[in-house]
């Protein structure tokens, strides 16, 4: 068993692990704000993502999501009130409505798509693109194998 080193404690990782998304997430939307999306919260690209192209249901976003349907609700009404949702029957059955992201969300998507790779590209300049290619070789070998999940707000509130 390796023992630990006392000045690089296990608890640092995680936490620089997250201040470097911390990081990319702040700097990420400083731009998409100067690029016209003000309104857009690190929630929200998450939301616009469970979405998806096809729309879907409060609950089956919630599901998604791993939040309560209230909630879901609450962050639907909030992103159609600023443009990036609206509701609609779902033509496969009167009944249910479905949650569609506009075509200014799907602009907030592509700019962040946008943004993400010259972030990527900054890093790149500071810490070479070997290193950067390097941890993100490195983050894939220790992440699990479905690390894109759709479901972190509700993990990081204890919902899922």
Do not use: C
Not at 32 to 52: D, M, S, Y
């Amino acid at each position: 068993m390796a023992t630990a080193d006392p000045a690089r404690p296990g608890f640092h990782l995680p936490l620089l692990l997250l201040a470097g998304f911390r990081t990319l997430i702040d700097d990420l939307h400083a731009e998409l704000a100067r690029e016209g999306h003000p309104e857009l919260r690190p929630l929200h690209g998450f939301v616009l993502q469970a979405v998806g192209a096809d729309g879907t249901t409060a609950t089956e976003l919630g599901q998604r999501l791993g939040i309560s349907k209230q909630a879901a609700g609450k962050t639907i009404d909030r992103l159609v009130a600023v443009g990036y949702l609206e509701r609609a029957d779902d033509p496969s059955d009167a009944r249910r409505r479905l949650v569609r992201v506009t075509p200014h969300g799907a602009d907030g998507l592509r700019r962040s798509a946008e943004i993400f790779d010259r972030l990527r590209a900054r890093w790149s300049e500071t810490l070479g693109p070997d290193r950067v290619t390097a941890m993100e070789n490195d983050l894939g070998t220790m992440a699990s194998a479905n690390w894109f999940r759709l479901d972190m707000p509700g993990w990081f509130g204890g919902a899922a």
